[in-house]
């Protein structure tokens, strides 16, 4: 996104779309002729967390779409922990594709839209274009590197944690949502997050049944296990990975990379698991070039 320029003024549509039984609140951009890039934000973030490359995509020729994924800000919040299983996500996605009048797209993901991009080009591989994903690591490659490497298992406390029922939403809303707005701020170089992108992150987390639903994605992991019908992506795949991600260990990149039949790898060592946030025009850069082949 250009300097001084606001949100507001980007050139984007706010609609409502039907996906596998809820209502996606979802950003549009660009000419509905061109060629779709679906972004999907990860926890704990809303369509915003993918702000500054919707300029860059439209420039390029691309029409976007940035969904709210289920649960989250103004997206339907279905109760339980059931509506929350990958599947169902995986599906909103399709369904999102379809009401834009495609049957494929570009898909790019950060964290657990991430992992939603992996499972949808697992399971409909012709649904999937191009894949672009962000620290979040292959499914395989996790489950296995979580099975047998210690430091990844401390690292992942915080996904056991969200198994407590109701104390992990309770607790994130207190004093302002002071625990989420850690999550966001703390890991990333000071100024990546301003007062004014964190007043939009608490009024997402604040909505009716936000942070329960949010918890839920957690919670839906281990009760209800589906694992994707193959392991090879057939996607082109870009994967970006900030090697100082506290959350995940840096060998799960090349790891997941393995599992791609036409992949890249790009790091940055410096950077986090917010590398969305601490280099955007560079990480907009090689999606950029990624999506165009």
């Not at 499914?139 to 099975?147: D, G, I, Q, V």
């Not at 990844?152 to 207190?174: D, H, K």
């Not at 839906?220 to 991600?245: C, F, H, K, M, N």
């Amino acid at each position: 996104m250009a300097p001084n320029r606001t949100v507001e003024d980007l050139p984007i549509d706010h609609e409502f779309r039907d996906a596998s039984g809820v209502r996606l609140h979802v950003v549009a951009a660009g000419n509905p002729a061109d060629p779709l890039v679906v972004l999907l934000h990860g926890f704990p973030e809303f369509w915003y967390g993918w702000h500054r490359y919707i300029e860059p995509l439209v420039e390029a020729g691309y029409r976007v779409l940035v969904p709210d994924q289920r649960g989250y800000n103004r997206s339907g919040k279905p109760a339980g922990v059931r509506p929350y299983r990958i599947t169902e996500l995986t599906r909103d996605i399709v369904a999102l594709i379809r009401s834009d009048g495609y049957e494929s797209a570009h898909v790019v993901g950060h964290d657990w839209g991430a992992m939603v991009a992996w499972n949808l080009a697992l399971r409909e591989p012709q649904r999937v274009d191009r894949l672009g994903v962000v620290n979040v690591p292959h499914p395989t490659a996790f489950r296995r590197t979580l099975l047998g490497n210690r430091e990844q298992l401390r690292r992942s406390w915080y996904a056991f944690a969200f198994q407590i029922p109701l104390l992990p939403e309770w607790t994130a809303a207190r004093n302002d949502f002071a625990l989420w707005t850690r999550v966001l701020t703390e890991s990333v170089p000071a100024g990546t997050f301003d007062e004014a992108d964190l007043d939009r992150y608490r009024t997402a987390w604040g909505r009716p049944r936000a942070a329960r639903s949010m918890v839920n994605w957690y919670r839906a992991v281990p009760r209800y296990p589906r694992l994707p019908p193959r392991e090879s992506v057939e996607a082109p795949t870009l994967i970006v990975w900030g090697e100082r991600d506290e959350a995940l260990v840096p060998e799960l990149a090349p790891r997941s990379l393995s599992y791609c039949e036409n992949g890249r790898l790009e790091r940055f060592p410096d950077a986090g698991h917010f590398v969305t946030h601490e280099r955007p025009d560079n990480v907009a850069e090689l999606l950029v070039d990624h999506l165009g082949g």
